[in-house]
């Protein structure tokens, strides 16, 4: 990152995600803090897949090296947003995943969405977090327009794999 000497330590943009929190560690850092936290409060807990999914796709350099992972965060993501209430489909996504599917990993995206974590980080009410990491999923879910229809294949494959599996879920 050129230039990031000059500025302040928690100006530093990720290079990721462009959050201004100290670079790409004190991004990583807001996230462990968050994921931390999602251990406090049933609200933040039950958010926290979908902070994870979210963050995830905004570091696809580190939490999408693999195809599976790629995949896995991509289809969780495609499913914590236009499948919110649907708990059973989102966890049989990692097992659809531990079978035999076929994953290819499409490009690497460079603009990620508008909202980063920081914004989410800055919220000081449960309220506001909960209407803030939506909208932040939202925004990195736009921003993979070009990857929607692809996502949506693979959760139909996920839904595939549960009814041949016989799967029941998993509370
Ligand atoms: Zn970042």
Redesign the pocket.
């Known amino acids: 990152m050129p230039a990031s000497k000059t500025i302040a330590a928690g100006q530093v943009p990720?290079p990721?995600?462009?959050?201004r929190l100290g670079g790409?560690e004190g991004?990583?850092s807001a996230f462990d803090q968050l994921s931390a936290e999602a251990w406090t409060s049933p609200g933040r807990g039950a958010l926290h897949n979908l902070v994870v999914d979210t963050y995830a796709m905004?570091?696809v350099e580190e939490y999408g090296r693999s195809p599976k992972s790629y995949a896995a965060h991509l289809t969780a993501l495609c499913c914590g947003v236009e499948h919110a209430a649907d708990q059973k489909l989102y966890w049989a996504i990692s097992r659809w995943l531990d079978g035999s599917a076929a994953v290819g990993k499409p490009p690497l995206i460079t603009r990620r969405g508008g909202l980063?974590?920081a914004d989410v980080y800055a919220a000081a009410r449960e309220d506001a977090y909960a209407d803030l990491v939506r909208r932040w999923a939202r925004e990195v879910w736009a921003a993979y327009a070009d990857q929607q229809k692809l996502a949506r294949t693979w959760l139909d494959a996920v839904r595939a794999h549960m009814t041949s599996a016989g799967f029941r879920g998993k509370s």
Do not use: L
């Open positions: 990720c990721s995600c462009g959050a790409r991004c990583q905004q570091h980063t974590i």
